[in-house]
T-cell receptor, first 112, second 115 residues
Framework: SQTIHQWPATLVQPVGSPLSLECTVE??????LYWYRQAAGRGLQLLFY??????ISSEVPQNLSASRPQDRQFILSSKKLLLSDSGFYLC???????????FGQGTRLTVV | AQSVTQLGSHVSVSEGALVLLRCNYS??????LFWYVQYPNQGLQLLLK??????LVKGINGFEAEFKKSETSFHLTKPSAHMSDAAEYFC?????????????FGTGTRLTIIP
């Protein structure tokens, strides 16, 4: 069976510090990978998606970047966090050409 | 392009009463439609989905939804609410063809169950 791991579960970081959130998928190969951000009252906003190693598409301009160094690893990064980067970040995967997404448990990021 | 509108950011129902959460979508291609549930500080869990075929879709935990193309709607219902149904619910849409697999979510509806 397939599983998705996302860590850490919670994170408190000062403004201007770097960020690295990691997501890995097990039990499948060549998944589509996604990073979403959830802000209160605003639903889920797609930040990045990837259909393969090194292939990253950005949905919205922002202070964040994503990388996919391995087939089943997806990393969300920032060089300098802003207060507005606070939120609940969710990683998800789907099978190629399949729309059903499976979500990780999320990371609650608070920038102080 | 796709979009989703969920009417009512907060819905309260009494335990045992009917649950109705509304979702309307817009899509330039034939849609696939989803309902997800989120419990506090957790990820999203798929409740049900419509892709093709029967327009009345049954999901987990007694929920069902009906795809109505003429009304561009995909409302979620459950005949009798249970305390454990208290959560946030998200409707989502994607395109039913290659290149349109990304999910677009609504802003969510928080369901409260009154004892």
């Amino acid at each position: 069976s397939q599983t998705i791991h996302q860590w850490p579960a919670t994170l408190v970081q000062p403004v201007g510090s770097p960020l690295s959130l990691e997501c890995t998928v097990e039990g499948t190969s060549n998944p589509n990978l996604y990073w979403y951000r959830q802000a209160a009252g605003r639903g889920l906003q797609l930040l990045f998606y990837s259909v393969g190693i090194g292939q990253i598409s950005s949905e919205v301009p922002q202070n964040l970047s994503a990388s996919r160094p391995q087939d089943r690893q997806f990393i969300l990064s920032s060089k300098k966090l802003l207060l507005s980067d606070s939120g609940f970040y969710l990683c998800a995967w789907s099978r190629p050409m399949n729309t059903e997404a499976f979500f990780g448990q999320g990371t609650r990021l608070t920038v102080v | 392009a796709q979009s989703v509108t969920q009417l009512g950011s907060h819905v309260s129902v009494s335990e045992g009463a009917l649950v109705l959460l509304r979702c309307n979508y817009s899509s330039s291609v034939p849609p696939y439609l989803f309902w997800y549930v989120q419990y506090p500080n957790q990820g999203l869990q798929l409740l049900l989905k419509y892709t093709t075929g029967a327009t009345l879709v049954k999901g987990i935990n007694g929920f069902e939804a009906e795809f109505k193309k003429s009304e561009t709607s995909f409302h979620l219902t459950k005949p009798s609410a249970h305390m454990s149904d208290a959560a946030e619910y998200f409707c989502a849409v994607s395109g039913a063809n290659f290149g349109n697999e990304k999910l677009t979510f609504g802003t969510g509806t928080r369901l409260t169950i009154i004892p």
